[in-house]
């Protein structure tokens, strides 16, 4: 692996151009345990390791780049959510953030529930044993075939989001004699603070049902109709990398206010309600991303607070992270083929992945921090732009970062936090091949989502 120097780029904070970063941390050769799993340590060398095995090993046995997940630290997090929630709550793993069948194993020995989006994410649970009574299955437009498959194997319950799926999947239910579990996702018109593309609670997108106009109100007269549905409760989703509980009040709240509407109109009290997920984690060590058990403490005394004010029976409470799992357990490792210093500018490092492994940033301007994990270096930081290998100058990885000036053609660098929205979203852009997830524990590293190969695009493409 090569070590010599590259000429010089900008490097100090008294020269950096105009940018969203802070200054370069004291030390780069010390890994903020905010941003990386529990299980990530430096050796006196330098070599960064994950569950006990070094990345030159890893890199060496599993090519890059690579997702490497820390299952220690995925079921940790699993068991921190649930424990914080106690007996009588529900918490259901989003899916969407990262869905495997190793995952899925995890999460029915850990005794967490699965949210689903799709039938893809719907196979892949059943197939790897998680019992379909433990399954939500979510989605603003499901087709009548998935409704079918989730009934007929039994899901816990289906998120009912549109007039026309309430009567779809009474009617798939009545026609399989079976009565579903519902809930009904309510939008609550709270502007959560976050991207636009990841916010979902104001009025203006495609999720939902208002509760503004008493369309709620009306979906819920509808379910409670038809026989085909049991109507468990209410659900809303507010966005998502959200740190402040404010927003998660509001929506309690006016969740509550509609329990109470319910309790007025119909005299039924529903057992159940479900406040989504989107709690944000630590991509950078700016973010402060609260506890489990913070979460928890704060939810359940906004609902009980509500509901005693209104005199309704504190209903079930689920929740929904993804990302809050399995967002800080994986980074993913890339090695640097080139290193182009601009002057006055910044210095750009190319990796052998991009916006197909990881579109987070291209996409929603996300931020990310990065590390050279293959050797300690003491040389000065340098800002540096992370950048793919794609076809397009917004093929950026990690925007604003400092990396000691030496880094060059060979060294691994690895970006953290990079478990949730990553692999899920991954794509072929110009026939990239997706990498792999490789899980890492107590010493022992196994595939658990093998690399593409040239094959699998090939056998896709049938002439
Ligand atoms: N529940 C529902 C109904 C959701 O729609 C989502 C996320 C979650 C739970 C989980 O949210 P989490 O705890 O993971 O934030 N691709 C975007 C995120 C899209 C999230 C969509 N729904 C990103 O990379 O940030």
Redesign the pocket.
């Known amino acids: 692996m090569s070590r010599s120097a590259h000429p010089a780029g900008p490097r100090h904070a008294d020269v950096l151009p105009e940018g969203h970063y802070a200054a370069p941390p004291a030390d780069l050769n010390v890994l903020d345990p905010k941003v990386w799993s529990q299980t990530v340590t430096r050796a006196a060398d330098g070599a960064v390791s994950v569950g006990g095995i070094e990345v030159a090993r890893l890199a060496e046995e599993f090519g890059t780049p690579a997702y490497f997940l820390d299952e220690a630290d995925f079921r940790a997090r699993c068991a921190a959510w649930r424990d914080a929630f106690g007996p009588d709550a529900d918490v259901f793993y989003?899916g969407?953030?990262f869905l495997s069948r190793a995952v899925v194993r995890w999460l029915h020995e850990e005794g967490l529930n699965l949210?689903v989006?799709s039938g893809g994410e719907l196979s892949t649970a059943l197939s790897a044993g998680m019992p379909a009574e433990r399954i939500a299955f979510?989605g603003n437009n499901k087709t009548e075939e998935e409704i079918e498959r989730a009934v007929e194997a039994g899901v816990g319950r289906i998120?009912l989001d549109s007039f026309q799926e309430i009567v779809r999947v009474a009617h798939i239910a009545d026609r399989l004699g079976k009565r579903q579990r519902v809930q009904i996702?309510v939008t609550v018109g709270v502007e959560a603070h976050t991207h636009e593309f990841?916010a979902?609670a104001h009025e203006d997108q495609k999720?939902g049902i208002a509760l503004a106009g008493g369309q709620a109100a009306e979906a819920v007269r509808r379910a409670l109709k038809l026989d085909g549905l049991e109507l468990i409760g209410i659900?809303s989703?507010i966005g998502?990398?959200i740190f402040d509980m404010a927003g998660f009040e509001v929506a309690a709240r006016r969740v509550v206010g509609l329990l109470a509407e319910i309790r007025d109109e119909h005299g039924v009290e529903l057992p159940e309600i479900d406040l989504?997920?989107?709690?944000g984690i630590a991509y950078t060590s700016d973010d402060d991303p609260r506890e489990p058990h913070e979460i928890a403490k704060a939810l359940n005394e906004i609902v009980t607070r509500e509901c005693e004010a209104a005199s309704l029976r504190t209903p079930r409470i689920s929740v929904?992270?993804?990302?809050?799992i399995v967002g800080p357990t994986a980074f993913t490792l890339y090695t640097v083929g080139t290193v182009k210093p601009l002057d006055g500018l910044r210095t750009y490092v190319s990796v052998d992945g991009g916006m197909s492994d990881n579109i987070?940033t291209a996409l929603?301007d996300?931020e990310y921090t990065v590390a050279l994990v293959s050797r300690r270096s003491d040389a000065e930081p340098a800002l540096v732009r992370v950048v793919g290998k794609h076809c397009e100058s917004g093929d950026i990885v990690v925007k604003d970062a400092f990396l000691p000036a030496d880094v060059a053609p060979g060294d691994l660098i690895a970006v953290p936090a990079t478990g949730?929205?990553c692999r899920s979203?991954a794509s072929n852009y110009n026939h990239a091949l997706r990498p792999p997830v490789v899980a890492v524990r107590d010493g022992a590293a196994r595939v658990i989502v093998r690399r593409e190969t040239e094959e699998d695009l090939l056998r896709l493409d049938v002439g």
């Open positions: 989003a969407k953030a949210d989006c979510h998120v996702r990841i979902t999720f659900h989703h998502s990398q989504g997920g989107g709690l929904e992270p993804g990302r809050a987070r929603y996300a949730a929205y979203m």
